[in-house]
Each structure stands twice: as C-alpha cells, then as structure tokens.
C-alpha cells in the first residue's frame, strides 16, 4: 500500500508580483487559496519569507529537448523537468527529435507518462509534423491530437519542414483542432554543412557560413502559407534581424503568426567562436550584435511574442569534439531566466510583467496550456517562480541539474536566481535547491489521486 503524503500548506510571504504591488500567497490543497496583505500564519503553515523575492506565474518553456526515449545519456524525461523546475519553469513542452520520434500518439502519450510520474513539471508532447522527421509524409497528427497527450503544438523541430505542400498540409491539418506548427526555420540547402553565421567572420575563421537568407526565406514562405490557410505558424529560434522584420510585417498583415526568441540569441554573439569553445555551437548559429539588438527590440514591441529555452542537452563527448563535428545545442532551462533579467530588465528594455507575460503567459496560451494561471487567480494550481533579483552570481556548474553541462554560461556572472519554484502546490525548488526526486514523485502521486 502506498501512503499519500500530506498536502502541506504555505505562506508565500510578502512577494513582490510583477505590476510591483506586494502580496501573501496562500497556497493550499496544490492551489492558491488566497491573495492578499497580512494573510494569517495558521497552525501547520510553512511561511516562506519572500521578501525581496519576485513572484512569477510559473514559467512555461515551448521548446525544450527531453531526449527521452532514445537519448538517455544526453537527458532523461526526469533530469530535463528537473532542470526545468531549477530554472523556475513549472511546464514544458517537449519537443519530437527522439527515438523513436515523438510522431504517434503512443510515443506522445509514453513522453507524457513519464512527465506526470517524475512530477517536477507538467511535460507536455510536442508532436513531429513528419515521419521519423524525414519530410517525407505527414505523421499520425490526428492521432496525436486526440490521443491522451491530446497535442496541439506540431514540429519536426531540427528540421525545417522544407516541402511547401507537406507544410501547407499540416497547416491545414492543425487549423482544425486549433493546433500550431513550430517551425525550425532553415533552407536546407543554403545551410548545408553549415557551421556558424555566414559574415567576414566566417570567411576570417575559414568555417562554412550559415545566411541569415536560409531563415528568413523560409519564415517568408510560411507566413503567406499561414495566411493562405487561416491557420497558426509559430516559428522556433529565431535568430536575425531579417526575420524580425519579416514578421513584423506578416503580423502588421494580421497573419497568425507568433515566434520565439532564445536566451542565447538575445545574449551572445558569434564572435564567442574565435575560441573555437563549441559550448558556442547551436542551431541557428550565434549572430551579429544587430541581430541581438533586433531580437531584443522585436520582444519590447512584441514582434517576438516569447522566450523558449531550446534546451538541447548534449553528452560531453560531442562537445568536446573539434568545431566541424562537434553537435549543435546548449542546455538552457536553468539559466533563462537569469539571461532574461540580464539581457532585458537589468537593460531597461522590458519589466517583470512584461517577463511574466514572454516566459509564461503567451507561451502557454501559444501551447494552449490548460493547466496553467498566469495572475494568481484564487482556485487555480499553484504554479508560481519566486526569483531574488539582487542576487547577482557566477553561474557554475552548481546551477544545472539536468544530466549535460553544455552551458554557455559556466563562468559567466549573470543576474537574478530561482529561490523557489512550486509546481502543483509544492516547492520543487526551497531555498535555490532542487527537491529529491522520489519526494516529488510521491507529491505527482497525491496530485494524480486528488484530480
Ligand atoms: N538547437 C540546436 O542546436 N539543437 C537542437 C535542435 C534544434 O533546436 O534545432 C537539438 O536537438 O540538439
Ligand atoms: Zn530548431
Ligand atoms: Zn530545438
């Protein structure tokens, strides 16, 4: 027999919210049960004194790289949630490069399963748009969409689903269940071999550049699709100043269109590469400083609609391989946050609510998130990231807690740190220190019972 542990009850004590109004959060039950001033410590409350601490909705990530099944040694199911819940974000959605791909329901449902049992964050399947990935035919996306993992966000992600017809379709496909194809923007064959930004950089490092062309044609491409078929394009990384305008233009069309920026594109620039570190090696390749600056300024005027990690975690082996044949992706869901505050508060550019709204609110109306809230609504799961802003800290490898170190940012001081996260009612992270797993798998059970 198995015992349920007890659902404790918390005093989320003097929180600054992100309109900077101060309140006490009550969380009970895995809800939040009151918002107010001086809510009372009751017996059998566990008080969480947070002052000075930000709290905000739960952070949604849209675009995370699980690797499970298939890729164990890279990231499991549990490691990549429990890196997940270290950086803030209380869900995710899990993107279909694994292997086998994530492109049936049972795929979709297993990936989901695993989420629900570690507990750590709500893990959401992203379904592949194609077979195996390959482009060659539509997946099960019927299936997966009325599957248990009932899915909506489709993408071959690591891919671009390169054929017009196959994309129209899938468009059309989505549109009827209200889903969304993510799009890994890039020409394949203007990118081929490609290994970092195309420029005089490139030239000067003798490595094969990457145009800004390969993404922008293609977001081009799919805007007018989008448009043509009345559905919603999302489009993953994107990464030049290009491509900022080209949907600033689809959405001053009323195109459906939303897009995503990552915290390394909104922080770093290729010239990171003349140390050859291949920590700086991803998809799409670092840019230019005017990218940065387009991509910051395309988030302020919410041409960029959100922040999406692209957690992509990589075993040691292929990192340290020289640049030509080493893997491209950093892991990113501990520091987002961190990057985030960096790249855009500690700049001016945007406020805590505009984070709030960018790493959590949009994203999870993108995904069509059901189990989220993202203003404390009395009722609602308590899903809330308590960030210490003043914090401001070398980031080391203390901070990941997934299985891969490929960060960019080891060594780096950056801004802002996860004091807490509660997923469900129940702090995953206390005191900046990620809960055991069995703890929190005992926690997802008692919620699995009471819902
Ligand atoms: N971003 C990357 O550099 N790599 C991702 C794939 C992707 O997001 O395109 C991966 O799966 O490793
Ligand atoms: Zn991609
Ligand atoms: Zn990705």
């Given amino acids: 027999m198995t015992t349920t542990p007890a659902r404790a009850t918390y005093l989320i004590s003097g929180a600054t919210l992100p309109n900077g109004a101060r309140a006490d959060l009550l969380v009970q039950d895995a809800r939040i049960t009151a918002v107010g001033t001086n809510l009372d410590e009751g017996l059998g409350i566990t ?30 199911v549990l490691t990549g949630s429990r890196a997940a819940a ?98 890994h923007a890039q020409d394949p064959r203007l990118t081929e071999n490609a290994q970092m930004n195309e420029g005089a950089l490139s030239s000067e490092l003798g490595l094969k550049g990457w145009p800004a062309v390969a993404e922008e044609s293609i977001i081009a491409r799919d805007v007018l699709l989008a448009e043509h078929v009345g559905a919603r394009l999302h489009v993953c990384h994107v990464s030049t100043a290009g491509s900022v305008e080209v949907i600033r233009w689809a959405k001053s069309r009323g195109i459906t269109v939303t897009a995503e920026a990552t915290p390394h594109h909104l922080l770093l620039t290729e010239d990171l590469i003349r140390s050859y570190d291949a920590r700086y090696k991803v998809n799409p390749p670092l840019r230019r400083d005017e990218d940065v600056q387009a991509l910051r300024e395309g988030l302020a005027d919410g041409t960029i609609d959100i922040i999406a990690t692209d957690h992509a975690p990589h075993p040691k082996e292929s990192k340290e391989a020289e640049w030509d044949a080493a893997s491209f992706g950093m892991v990113g869901l501990e520091s987002a946050l961190s990057v985030a505050q960096t790249a855009l508060i500690d700049t001016g550019l945007l406020s805590w609510a505009d984070l709030a709204r960018v790493l959590s609110q949009t994203p999870a109306e993108i995904g069509r998130l059901a189990d989220h809230s993202h203003d404390f609504e009395v009722g609602a799961p308590a899903n809330v990231t308590l960030v210490d802003p003043a914090n401001s800290s070398t980031f080391d490898l203390g901070r990941l807690a997934g299985k891969s170190t490929n960060s960019p940012y080891l060594g780096r001081t950056l801004s802002g740190r996860v004091e807490y996260t509660f997923h469900h009612g129940y702090p995953t992270v206390r005191a900046a220190q990620v809960a055991p797993s069995d703890e929190i798998a005992a926690q997802a059970e008692a919620w699995k019972a009471s819902n």
């Fill in 47 to 76: 008080t969480i004194d947070a002052d000075g601490l930000v709290a905000l909705p739960g952070l949604v990530d849209l675009h995370t790289h699980l690797r499970e099944p298939g890729f164990e040694q890279s990231e499991t």
């Fill in 86 to 183: 270290a950086g803030g974000f209380t869900s995710v959605f899990a993107m279909a490069n694994t292997m086998p791909v994530s492109d049936t329901a049972g795929v979709v449902e297993q990936v989901q399963a695993l989420g629900d049992a570690a507990g750590y964050a709500t893990v959401r399947p992203i379904g592949a748009v194609t077979v195996g990935l390959a482009g060659e035919r539509l997946s099960e996306i019927g299936a997966m969409a009325h599957s248990r993992a009932q899915v909506r966000v489709f993408s071959d992600d690591g891919k671009c689903v390169h054929d017009s017809l196959l994309m129209r379709r899938s468009l059309e496909y989505v549109r009827t269940f209200d889903g969304v194809v993510a799009q």
